[in-house]
């Protein structure tokens, strides 16, 4: 039996449930200002993805960039959900 895919997707699944937290503290701190930082991660860890030659660890790491490039547009859509009062926004940033 291979446990590599089911290892991937549960990866895949850790990933995306802390990226979440990330996106919803990312926008509180910084604002939808913070994204060209998703940006770069997302496109340097997909480039890096590219290098490593072990196939389970470049899946990981190609699937942290991508919920990098994900999460840009999450920063855009928590910012939308603070002005609905669905989430609080910070009082001591402009």
Do not use: D, T
Not at 41 to 55: C, E, V
């Amino acid at each position: 039996m291979s446990f590599q895919g089911a290892i991937i997707g549960a990866m895949a699944f850790i990933i995306i449930g802390v990226f979440h937290p990330i996106v919803i503290k990312g926008e509180y701190y910084f604002g939808k200002r913070i994204w060209p930082l998703f940006l770069v991660a997302g496109i340097a860890l997909i480039g890096a993805s590219l290098f490593i030659a072990n196939y389970m660890l470049s899946a990981i790491i190609s699937v942290i960039g991508f919920s990098c490039l994900w999460s840009i547009h999450e920063i855009f859509e928590q910012e939308k959900r603070v002005k609905k009062g669905w989430f609080p926004g910070n009082p001591n940033r402009r």
